[in-house]
């Protein structure tokens, strides 16, 4: 069992420590870090739950600038710990890997997702993905996912290969969203576009990138408030049928933000996900960081008919977030230090997004965020926990049927991403 990194606070590296009950309730003190323009530096609060988390990317000060939403585990031991390894009777490092990952979700572990390739869109530069992404992949006996091989490719968000300035934050995002879309899909491609910087429009640019260059699934693990701007950010960067577009719903709790919101994506929800003695083996709860709530701006696409927004209602479907229930993640850019426990909407979003991806290509001109409502009894619902207070409504609870905190629930194979 490797052991649990504590990666330093300092330098360039962006952290803000958590509490994994109140997220949103952030200590003011000020942490002396750099941040990139537009974003404040991080803040600390003490842990919680057993463990403390960090997140990677600081938030946004300014409008239309989004930050990632990765959480790491800093401090204490998540229930997740020793997962991988009771599963598969082999040393593995702390953390659910794709074996917990594709039994909990009923994914075929050999099989589908051949020749389909997964974009994620993410700001700034990773130069150690693909060396990193080799690590993980031969820690769990996948197979090698390469330039050389055309199974990776890394653009900018132009599509060329002049790349942005790094940022170790937004490194630790790029692993963890290349680890899951290997976890949940190891037979597809990845594609991974880098945006110039934060701000909706080189990652709306990025998303139109990552489309142009062929993908049907593109993974967005960021978000940032909602705006006046958003429905002309809907119809420039996200209005792509036939294409597969999952967008993080945020880790501060019941609240929206955008690009989740947009009516054109899947938002992807958060669940504590822990082994039980069900048929399933399995069970999740709402995790009570997982964004939900009802958008200011976005209309109600027409495949969503729940009473209590009269907008779009965020989210759709869901999967494990909660970083006392985390995934393992390697990373090793500036002052990370290998493997580390990861949890936020940005584990389930590229989760999700490696789910349609094993579905199969969507229809032309289809919706894909229409697809699990035409299909929700292939879906495990989730019916207990909450993300907040909203006087008891679905929308930060969760409940038998659709719930803003985990939409429809989380996948039972592949059914219910197919259309």
């Known amino acids: 069992m490797s052991p649990l990194v504590h990666p330093p606070l300092g330098?360039?590296?962006?952290?803000?420590?958590?509490?994994?009950?109140?997220?949103?309730?952030?200590?003011?003190?000020?942490?002396?870090?750099?941040?990139?323009?537009?974003?404040?530096?991080?803040?600390?609060s003490p842990s919680s739950n057993g463990v403390t988390v960090a997140h990677s990317c600081a938030a946004p000060t300014q409008k239309n600038v989004m930050a990632c939403k990765a959480l790491h585990v800093t401090a204490g031991t998540p229930k997740s710990a020793h997962?991988?390894?009771?599963?598969?009777?082999?040393?593995?490092?702390?953390?659910?890997?794709?074996?917990?990952?594709?039994?909990a979700y009923n994914l075929p572990s050999s099989s589908g997702g051949s020749g389909q390739t997964?974009?994620?869109?993410?700001?700034?530069?990773?130069?150690n993905a693909e060396a990193d992404l080799a690590v993980y992949r031969s820690q769990?006996?996948?197979?090698?996912?390469?330039?050389?091989?055309?199974?990776?490719?890394?653009?900018?968000?132009?599509g060329g290969t002049s790349y942005p300035r790094g940022d170790s934050g937004w490194a630790e995002e790029i692993s963890l969203d290349l680890d899951m879309v290997s976890a949940a899909c190891p037979n597809?491609?990845?594609?991974?576009?880098?945006?110039?910087?934060?701000?909706?429009?080189?990652?709306?640019?990025?998303?139109?990138t990552a489309v142009s260059l062929g993908a049907k699934y593109v993974s967005n693990s960021y978000g940032g408030s909602e705006s006046s701007s958003d429905s002309t950010y809907d119809s420039s960067?996200?209005?792509?049928?036939?294409?597969?577009?999952?967008?993080?719903?945020?880790?501060?709790?019941?609240?929206?933000?955008?690009?989740?919101?947009?009516?054109?994506?899947?938002?992807?929800?958060?669940?504590?996900?822990?082994?039980?003695?069900?048929?399933?083996?399995?069970?999740?709860?709402?995790?009570?960081?997982?964004?939900?709530?009802?958008?200011?701006?976005?209309?109600?696409?027409?495949?969503?008919?729940?009473?209590?927004?009269?907008?779009?209602?965020?989210?759709?479907?869901?999967?494990?977030a909660d970083p006392n229930t985390g995934v393992a993640v390697y990373d090793s850019y500036r002052q990370a230090t290998g493997w580390m426990v990861f949890g936020g909407t940005s584990a389930s979003a590229p989760l999700i997004a490696a789910t349609y991806a094993l579905a199969g290509a969507p229809s032309s001109g289809s919706y894909p965020a229409s697809f699990p409502y035409a299909h929700?009894?292939?879906?495990?619902?989730?019916?207990?926990?909450?993300?907040?207070?909203?006087?008891?409504?679905?929308?930060?609870?969760?409940?038998?049927?659709?719930?803003?905190?985990?939409?429809?629930?989380?996948?039972?194979?592949?059914?219910?991403?197919?259309?």
């Open 140 to 158: 769990y006996g996948l197979s090698a996912c390469t330039t050389a091989n055309g199974c990776f490719k890394k653009v900018n968000q132009t």
């Open 83 to 103: 997962a991988e390894s009771d599963l598969t009777a082999a040393a593995a490092p702390s953390g659910y890997g794709p074996a917990s990952l594709q039994a």
């Open 376 to 419: 929700t009894s292939a879906l495990y619902d989730v019916t207990s926990g909450s993300n907040g207070s909203c006087s008891g409504s679905y929308l930060c609870t969760g409940t038998t049927g659709y719930d803003g905190p985990t939409g429809l629930g989380v996948p039972n194979g592949t059914a219910a991403f197919t259309g």
């Open 188 to 208: 597809c491609k990845i594609l991974l576009v880098e945006a110039s910087s934060a701000t909706m429009t080189n990652l709306g640019t990025a998303v139109n």
């Open 118 to 127: 997964v974009a994620i869109v993410d700001a700034y530069d990773d130069p």
């Open 237 to 320: 960067y996200f209005n792509h049928p036939g294409v597969a577009i999952t967008v993080s719903s945020g880790d501060n709790g019941y609240g929206t933000e955008y690009p989740a919101a947009s009516k054109y994506v899947t938002a992807v929800g958060g669940t504590s996900l822990k082994t039980s003695s069900t048929a399933r083996g399995w069970t999740d709860t709402v995790w009570s960081g997982a964004g939900s709530g009802c958008s200011s701006y976005d209309a109600k696409p027409t495949w969503q008919t729940d009473s209590g927004c009269a907008k779009r209602t965020v989210a759709d479907v869901s999967a494990v």
């Open 11 to 44: 330098g360039s590296t962006l952290r803000r420590t958590v509490s994994l009950t109140a997220v949103s309730s952030l200590a003011t003190a000020a942490l002396a870090l750099a941040a990139p323009a537009g974003q404040a530096a991080p803040s600390a």
